[in-house]
């Protein structure tokens, strides 16, 4: 298997190779996903089995245009505001399904909603119009792994269960796109990401309810422990070992084994976009013990990055019971 430049060639023969039921890998500005023909229930069945993802667990659907969405899925008032406004663009938005719909119920792990969005990476979009339907995508990682945020991830995770992978142009945002659940009374953050919640705040001129436990019933991925790097972290560090990997913000400690900066001028912007990259080199690395983390403040882009940290933090340590037992 190798990676595919995105060029009018390679898209026609990856919108060929979706339409016959195969799984194909592409970039949009969030990360890498791992698309089927959202219609067709075997390729999507695939999804699951090379992910190793539980069946509770469903898909986003993504889409060409606002248009699209709306045959799959019912906007009101607060969804056709924040589409207008954020798509396309790393913004996710659980609605209710349209009934009857043509999405198999695997999609949407049986749910009477549908999470939908509209992304803006141009080979993400040359995709989706080459195909012309919906693509059904999560991360193209392991289920509970790092997302992928180079090909070349991509590749070293599930290359032998993806028919191509698409690589490039680069990755702008590096986080996945922020979901909001629109289906209930009120908007509910399901998960943070790469647009701010400021963003959608001011849009719809009221405040988002972030409660962890509303969401986690909500969203059933969020239940699971994500992006479990090999190596222990520790968030929030005022110094750091010798033998640690450190991941700075701002002006970086002294004393590290080897060290990346998320961002040296302390832009949140910059931190997400390099967060994945450099959690896989760190990972990567067979000459350090752990990977220390200075603190990322909680506003922004920080409160998703600072998710993604807390979440690998955690599994990391599973990782490690398991390994003990
Ligand atoms: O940026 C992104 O969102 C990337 C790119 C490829 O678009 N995709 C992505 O997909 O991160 P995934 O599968 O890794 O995460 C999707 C999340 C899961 O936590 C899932 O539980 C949630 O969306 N989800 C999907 N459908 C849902 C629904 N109907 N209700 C609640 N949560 C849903
Ligand atoms: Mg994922």
Redesign the pocket.
């Known amino acids: 298997m190798s990676l595919f430049p995105p060029i009018i060639e390679n898209i026609q023969k990856a919108a060929q190779l979706l339409r016959e039921g195969e799984l194909v890998a592409f970039p949009?500005?969030?990360?890498?996903?791992?698309?089927a023909d959202a219609f067709q229930e075997e390729a999507c069945q695939k999804i699951y089995a090379a992910?190793g993802?539980p069946s509770f667990?469903?898909?986003?659907v993504?889409c060409l245009e606002n248009a699209q969405v709306d045959a799959l899925a019912v906007l009101g008032q607060d969804a056709q505001k924040l589409a207008e406004t954020f798509w396309p663009g790393?913004l996710?938005l659980?609605l209710k399904?349209r009934e009857p719909s043509l999405l198999p119920s695997i999609?949407?792990?049986g749910?009477?909603?549908?999470?939908v969005?509209v992304?803006l990476h141009p080979t993400?979009r040359a995709l989706l119009k080459a195909f012309g339907g919906p693509i059904a995508?999560?991360?193209?990682?392991r289920s509970g792994f790092l997302?992928p945020t180079l090909a070349h991830h991509v590749l070293e995770d599930l290359h032998s269960k993806v028919a191509m992978i698409l690589e490039g142009p680069p990755i702008e945002?590096g986080?996945?796109?922020t979901?909001i659940?629109l289906?209930g009374d009120a908007p509910i953050l399901?998960?943070a990401?790469?647009l701010e919640i400021e963003k959608i705040e001011e849009c719809l001129g009221q405040k988002i309810l972030m409660n962890q436990t509303v969401s986690k019933i909500?969203?059933?991925?969020?239940?699971?422990k994500h992006y479990a790097p090999h190596l222990p972290l520790r968030l929030n560090v005022q110094d750091v070992d010798s033998q640690e990997g450190l991941l700075a913000f701002g002006s970086a400690l002294s004393g590290s084994k080897v060290t990346f900066n998320l961002s040296e001028t302390e832009n949140l912007e910059e931190a997400a976009h390099h967060l994945f990259a450099f959690l896989h080199l760190l990972d990567e690395r067979s000459d350090i013990t752990g990977i220390a983390v200075q603190s990322i403040p909680e506003h922004g882009l920080g409160i998703a990055i600072n998710d993604r940290l807390r979440r690998a933090a955690e599994g990391a340590r599973d990782v490690d019971l398991l390994k003990r037992l």
Do not use: C, F, M
Not at 111 to 115: N, S
């Open positions: 949009t500005e969030t990360v890498y996903g791992l698309g992910k993802r667990n469903p898909l986003i993504h790393p996710t659980v399904k999609v949407t792990a749910l009477e909603t549908v999470a969005r992304p993400a995508a999560p991360s193209a990682n997302s945002v986080l996945e796109s979901i659940d289906s399901l998960r990401g790469g909500k969203s059933p991925g969020q239940l699971l």
